[in-house]
């Protein structure tokens, strides 16, 4: 009986993944200002399928089943391709040149300073004005199969934003059968360089934001974290979580500490908006998180080869963003997840380093991976 139950359920498995891993190309609107923008659909046998638009390399909607197969979007974010221009927030976006904050817009490399825009109230953030989740980028492949894919591509002039060097970026999207989206950032660079890229998804895995995600339960793979100060730029220090309502290392409530007003941490980041160092080597594939939505049985596990996440508890959301269906997105209703080197590292030469040089290859490997009982 046993034998003939796990002939079946191969069975079944088979017959699913005949039709499984497809890479679709379409359009996906247009700009105010006429230019075009496309989507690419990667879906897998299991239900799962993320939509990524050539605006930013964005991933716009991350379809995942709940426990009772019921499938829903588990990412913030607009309907159309405008309102991620108009009302920008790093909804699901490739974000760059840096990702995060640089203090005061300044850094200097090899002996030369280099001014950025201060879009965060003194310090640059994500990039500056106009930055890699602005620009439209190009997809160089689709490719349908167990490992369904796309690379998406973009050129940035030396100068740009005020880094040097031309950069030149991809990032391949792939969705697979272990339902794990897969993105990995590569660049090369013409001169020395600084540069942190990363995606910046706002995860609500109740599906179409429909509780916030206090009740989420979160694991942070880290023992240690990067202090800031009011404008949330590190101190230099990395001090311990353990004895914190910052320690994560067991599952824990999101909700639970985040009104702890007594710890300064929060009342800086108004709730969680800190760089985690990811215990183990980085360079390494390695466990950074994971997120558990109990309503729906959702499983968010993330993996990464970068020194750090960033985790942010959407404390910035102020309900005058309406995203997709109309629904306005308010304080605590998603959780971001952004790996990444730790901010402002131009700054802090003990820092994993965020330098690039000509003949070097950049690499950001991030790994979500969905389940749901
Ligand atoms: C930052 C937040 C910021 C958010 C949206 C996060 O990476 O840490 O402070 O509000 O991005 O820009």
Known sequence: MKYAFFGAAALALCATNAHAGTATRAPFGALADGSKVEAVTLTNGAGVSALIMTLGATLQSLIVPDKAGHKDDVVLGYDTAQEYLSHPDYFGASVGRYANRIAKGKFTLDGKSYTLATNDGPNSLHGGLKGFDKRMWKIDSVTSGPEAKAVFSYVSADGEEGFP???KVTVTYSLNEQNELKLEYRATTSKPTVLNLTNHSYFNLSGNDARDVMGNMVTLHAERFTPVDATLIPTGERRGVAGTVLDFRNSHQVGDRIRDAREQQLRYGRGYDHNFIVDGAAGTLRPAAVVSEPVSGRTLELSTTAPGVQFY???????TFFGKGQRAYRQGDA?????????????????????LNP???YVNTIV???SAR
């Open 313 to 319: 508890t959407g404390n910035f959301l102020d309900g």
């Open 368 to 370: 979500y991976r969905f």
């Open 335 to 355: 959780i971001c997840l952004e790996p990444g080197v730790f901010p402002d590292s131009p700054n802090h030469p003990d820092f994993p380093t965020s330098r």
């Open 165 to 167: 060097g031309e950069l």
């Open 359 to 361: 003949g070097q290859n």
